[in-house]
């Protein structure tokens, strides 16, 4: 008999796990996700999750609650009688939720735990320049990210990777690793571990005053910190008449100068970015009012 599973995720990254157990042939009782929206230009239009069009695609029973607490939604999944919860890039879950199935909830989260626990530990991992990061399936109990671990696999981070084309390169391998240790669940054949909270670190959620680049630091940390924040929200530098200047692609020039640290100096067709020990070249670029640009259309652009 197939495993009964309920399904939760919102975004891209989720979609690929839910096509792997789909394509497993467990039997997806049921796919929560988040709420349609409105967006776009004067948010005139609805706007479904990732998940939500992939589930329509496949005839998927689809739950969409404003509050997972509610009685009417906590009576729906649990008449569903799944076996399983498999949550990937999904909200936080109240108890009567993810304790309720008699194998558990399982998380897929992208760090190798208990490194980078938080809301966005693919971002950290770019951000502090590291070389190899990862996915880990757990199992949800009380404290976020804390739950025992059932499997982790080790992604390598490119020294050219931004936070977008390590996040695809992720969500590959992390539905491999969903659907591994599902099977490893079924079959019995796994041995949840405990964290090593001695060596816990964090990934804090992302905001706007985050992502301000801090030109006195090195070239390279400059270097990682716009592409672990590329290709969103993006890094800016704040400049002299207190506009913000977002910078998404940029290469490292290693080279001594007497500029001031965040200082833009046109040369020949290139733009750079002072930093405390060279420069940044800017590739990709968005300036106050303007739409992302290659450095090009934006020099061209000045001349006008």
Avoid at 149 to 171: A, F, N, Q, R
Wanted: glycine share 8%; net charge positive.
């Amino acid at each position: 008999m197939a495993l009964r599973i309920i399904f939760m995720g919102t975004p891209d990254f989720a979609v690929s796990s839910l096509d792997r157990l789909y394509q497993d042939g467990h039997d997806i009782v049921g796919v929560i996700t988040s709420t349609d929206k409105y967006g776009g230009r004067g948010k005139k239009t609805l706007i479904e999750s990732a998940v939500k069009r992939y589930a329509v695609t496949k005839g998927l029973n689809i739950l969409q609650p404003k509050n997972l607490k509610a009685p009417s939604f906590v009576e729906e999944i649990k008449n569903l009688k799944a076996d399983l919860q498999v949550v990937v890039a999904f909200r936080m879950l109240p108890v009567v939720v993810w304790d309720m199935p008699p194998m558990g909830t399982m998380n897929l989260h992208g760090s190798l735990l208990p490194k980078y626990r938080g809301a966005a530990p693919i971002n950290w991992a770019v951000i502090n320049g590291d070389k190899v990061t990862g996915l880990t399936t757990f199992l949800l109990k009380h404290e976020i990210d804390t739950g025992d671990i059932l499997d982790k696999s080790e992604v390598p981070i490119d020294y050219k990777d931004t936070v977008g084309t390590l996040h695809d390169k992720m969500m590959k391998v992390g539905a491999t690793l969903v659907s591994t240790s599902v099977n490893a669940l079924e079959t019995g054949l796994t041995n949840p571990l405990p964290q090593n909270n001695s060596i816990v670190t964090h990934a804090p959620k992302i905001y706007t005053e985050t992502c301000a680049i801090d030109p006195n630091q090195s070239t390279r940390k400059v270097y990682n910190f716009v592409r672990g924040l590329n290709p969103y929200p993006g890094a800016y530098l704040i400049q002299e008449d207190g506009q913000k200047l977002k910078i998404f692609d940029c290469s490292e020039v290693i080279k001594q100068h007497e500029h001031a640290p965040g200082s833009l100096i046109h040369q020949d067709k290139t733009l750079l970015m002072a930093t405390r020990d060279g420069y940044l070249s800017i590739l990709k670029l968005q300036a106050p009012g303007k739409r992302r640009m290659s450095v090009m259309d934006y020099l061209n652009g000045l001349k006008n």
